[in-house]
């Protein structure tokens, strides 16, 4: 395909050669004998000709198809050029602004002159490329320095939260080829191991071993990062860390040598993406297959709290990895074990100003209550989910919407964080706290009610500001105290 550059600057013409030279055959057009003769000297194609003369672009066998870029320094007669384009019969016009910012007023102008002309600032172009090489460049900075704080150490423990998911086993993985450590030198551990199927068969399939620990073991460590976790999750057991690596939002009350949490990501795995990449350390299939498929699973494939770099991650992580496996790791998601917990939730369940409420009451395992929350987010008319179910003594609720009205994180922090902990991001979050304390503050409830109490303090909270009247309505409920 054929292109035209009506360029006045140097550095412009030599940028545009070097960018399209491999996949247009293009020319160019400038009035400075000088400049031509310089740019001649080095290969690259230049006429020499007025710009706002029709017999220029005649001479230069300007056809229809021909893609016309025309510079825009912010100097007069931009409106000739392209006026004198129109009438040898351009139509592929395209102004290229490298001078100040254009009003909308002269765009507008020279679309009246050719309807079909496409602005392009060059800054805007050039931003992504150079802000992610910059962001690149710091990343690989903080990456070598705890590299280096990690090399003498004999024994690490890159620790994981109770009941490991994808995002966390991809992220351990990870974590252990940007230190560029073994099994033996850097083990993958958890004080819950992995009970959830899906779990079980991603790790069983990518050989990923996750050892128990005890806290008492937590000593004999030389160095310790968490990864998708920061150490107040543990509750005082970690009160310092080496490294903390997590993309939910940042949590108080611990020290650590090195962090890089970004809560603004959709995976921890795609910050360890950055990581990885920053310091081009090579990465086997079976890492790459862990976090592609952590962050497929972590942001519902991007149907959650998704950023442009974890598209980015996707993309590049995706060649490397092995889609069969991915297939075969996803599985069958529904199972009769979590269609009983669904029915459950739904027999102590309120559905009331798009909130749906619901108390699962005793279970085994942690992650039948998000699953149920996940699950009940796809009934029509519904846009938020809060589903509790007690564990043991600790009452955990999770919370789930559509992500673009309230933040779920707020939500948790304002009704649970004086009682347990609490947060999370917009579209998901989590609060365990102690089935004790919540009796003291919201009082003993029968299953129904402690449904009932849950939505409505989500309805309060989303109603937050539209009228005293209605905000105390919801918040008091339609229903009295309902005891065991």
């Not at 005890?214 to 460590?221: I, K, Q, R, V």
């Not at 009934?379 to 919407?401: F, H, M, P, Y």
């Not at 947060?423 to 998901?428: E, F």
Request: aromatic share 6%; net charge negative; with cysteine.
């Amino acid at each position: 395909m054929r292109a035209l550059a009506v360029c006045q600057d140097e550095l412009v013409i030599r940028l545009l050669h070097r960018v399209l030279s491999g996949a247009f055959a293009i020319d160019f057009l400038v009035e400075s004998r000088p400049l031509a003769r310089r740019l001649v000297d080095d290969g690259v194609p230049v006429t020499v000709a007025d710009p706002k003369r029709v017999d220029s672009y005649l001479r230069a066998d300007l056809s229809p198809n021909t893609c016309v870029i025309i510079q825009d320094t912010g100097r007069r007669g931009l409106k000739r050029v392209v006026t004198a384009i129109r009438d040898a019969g351009g139509s592929l016009l395209y102004v290229l602004q490298t001078g100040d910012r254009a009003e909308r007023r002269s765009l507008d102008e020279l679309r009246a002159v050719v309807p079909e002309v496409t602005h392009l600032d060059l800054s805007e172009l050039l931003a992504p490329a150079i802000t992610t090489e910059l962001g690149r460049s710091l990343t690989r900075a903080r990456v070598q320095q705890y590299q280096r704080y990690f090399a003498d150490a004999d024994r690490v423990l890159i620790l994981l939260h109770n009941e490991p998911d994808p995002d966390a086993l991809g992220a351990g993985l990870a974590l252990r080829n940007v230190l560029r450590r073994t099994r033996t030198t850097a083990i993958i551990g958890a004080f819950q191991g992995i009970t959830r199927p899906e779990n079980l068969r991603m790790a069983d399939l990518l050989d990923i071993q996750v050892e128990s620990v005890t806290p008492d073991e937590l000593a004999s460590f030389d160095r310790i990062a968490t990864v998708d976790v920061q150490p107040q999750y543990f509750g005082g057991l970690l009160p310092r860390v080496d490294l903390v690596v997590d993309h939910h939002p940042e949590q108080p009350g611990y020290t650590t040598v090195f962090k890089d949490i970004r809560a603004d990501y959709g995976s921890t795995c795609t910050i360890l993406t950055e990581h990885l990449r920053a310091v081009d350390v090579n990465i086997s299939e079976r890492t790459a297959t862990a976090m592609l498929y952590a962050i497929k699973s972590d942001t519902l494939f991007f149907a959650r709290q998704t950023n442009r770099v974890d598209l980015e991650a996707f993309t590049f992580l995706y060649p490397l990895a092995d889609p069969a496996l991915i297939r075969k790791m996803e599985g069958a998601d529904v199972t009769l074990e979590r269609l009983s917990h669904v029915t459950r939730a739904l027999a102590s369940s309120r559905l009331r100003q798009q909130v749906l409420s619901a108390y699962l009451g005793e279970t085994t395992r942690e992650d039948f209550v998000p699953y149920t929350a996940d699950f009940l987010l796809q009934v029509e008319d519904v846009k938020w989910t809060i589903v509790a179910g007690l564990i043991g003594s600790q009452l955990v609720v999770c919370v789930r919407n559509l992500g673009y009205s309230r933040n779920a994180g707020e939500f948790v922090k304002t009704a649970f964080g004086d009682i347990g902990s609490a947060g999370g991001h917009r579209a998901l979050a989590k609060a365990v706290v102690p089935m004790e304390k919540f009796r003291q503050k919201f009082g003993s409830l029968s299953p129904m009610g402690i449904a009932e109490r849950i939505g409505d303090l989500a309805e309060a909270f989303l109603t937050e500001g539209q009228g005293d009247e209605h905000r105390a309505e919801v918040a008091v409920g339609r229903h009295g105290p309902d005891k065991d």
